[in-house]
């Protein structure tokens, strides 16, 4: 058995995070920080993304073509980084999901067998 790693950070299934950071843009267009605030209070605080894990992921996004980044201010009056889904991360994020639904649902008929 190995030993749990005791890191508030959730272990995402590989390109799990990129869903749920395409799934919040598909709401509208944000920066890093906004991203990662939805996402962990959406879940219900069950969810936490570092940065270490929350700007790979958004790289592999923008080199990806999946989003686009812009420099713009936040409510704060704070320059940041905002990112917005396009349209070949949309057609993305409806075909992870139908992927993902597929995994949980193998994973609910084992964990009930």
């Known amino acids: 058995m190995g030993m749990r790693k005791s890191s508030p950070e959730a272990d995402f299934l590989p390109g799990t995070l990129e869903m749920l950071v395409l ?4 709401r509208g267009a944000n920066h890093g920080w906004g991203i990662a605030t939805h996402i962990q209070q959406v879940s219900n605080d069950a969810l936490k993304i570092g940065e270490g894990s929350l700007y790979p992921a958004l790289q592999r996004l923008l080199l990806n073509g999946f989003v686009e980044a812009e420099w713009g201010v936040t409510e704060n009056n ?36």
């Open 23 to 26: 799934k919040t843009l598909s």
């Open 78 to 113: 704070r320059r940041a980084r905002y990112y917005r889904i396009t349209a070949a991360g949309k057609k993305q994020l409806s075909e992870e999901k139908k992927s993902f639904d597929y995994l949980l649902a193998g994973i609910a008929r084992v964990m009930e067998a």
